[in-house]
Each structure stands twice: as C-alpha cells, then as structure tokens.
C-alpha cells in the first residue's frame, strides 16, 4: 500500500472491492512457500518427465506470480477476478480447510484498518524486516 496508495482509496470507497481483495492479498502475500510431493505416476511437464516416486516441490510464490497465468502479477490488483491464486491448493485432499477464515480475517483486517488511517508511508527499506527463519513459510516481523 505504501507503492499503491490507490489501493487504500480502493477499500475506503468500499462496495465490491470487498468481494475480491482478500484473495488478492493473499495471493500477493502468498503464506505457505512450498509443499512437496511424491508423484504418483509418470506425467509429462513443459516437456520434462517427472517420474512415479519422485518428489516434487510445488513453490507456492512462484505460481502467485506467473505472468502465463495472471495479468500483471507483480502489481497488487484488489478487483482481480477470477483470481485462481495457489495459496490455498488446487482443491483435493490437500485443499486448506482454513481458507474461509483466512479470507474472512483478511476482509475484516483491511476493512477496520482502511476506516481508522489516512495514508501509509514505509519508515524505511523492506530489507529492515526481520526474517523469520522458515523456509515453510513466508514471514517478517
């Protein structure tokens, strides 16, 4: 928001945004950095063959971005729609359970949030973030 400042003029106008921009901001902020997997059989991939057994990581922030699948994927767009971001998985077994809460707590956040300021300014690089040391999960403090 402190890049986008339309952003925040989005959520304070309100109306449909709320429809959309909490699976927009998990998409951009993608929580999970990777799953592996075991392939179950041989399939065929942008001409590489993964094998049955082999494993398989699934990099979640990569596949956020993909500019073959999403339209300007390093910009923040609160009214993307459809929005098929990978964070919660492609449905199945593995599919998050959490993800109506996510959405929800995102919605609710960014709603209470966008009444109570006027404008969001960074207080320096994103560098001077700690990161928490995790190579599941994507986090600063």
Not at 58 to 69: H, I, K, T, V
Not at 125 to 141: D, E, G, L, T, Y
């Amino acid at each position: 928001m402190c890049e986008q400042p339309e952003l925040l003029e989005q959520m304070k106008e309100g109306g449909t945004v709320w429809d959309t921009m909490a699976d927009e901001v998990i998409r951009w902020a993608t929580p999970a950095t990777y799953f592996r997997r075991t392939a179950t059989q041989d399939y065929d991939l942008h001409g590489k063959t993964i094998r049955k057994g082999d494993k398989v990581l699934y990099w979640f922030a990569s596949g956020n971005r993909d500019e073959n699948y999403f339209d300007e994927p390093n910009r923040v767009n609160l009214m993307r729609s459809p929005n098929k971001h990978l964070a919660f998985g492609l449905g199945g077994p593995h599919l998050c359970l959490g993800m109506w809460l996510a959405r929800l707590e995102v919605t609710v956040l960014f709603q209470e949030l966008s009444k109570r300021i006027v404008g969001i300014t960074a207080d320096g690089p994103q560098h001077h973030a700690r990161k928490v040391p995790s190579a599941f999960q994507n986090q600063r403090q």
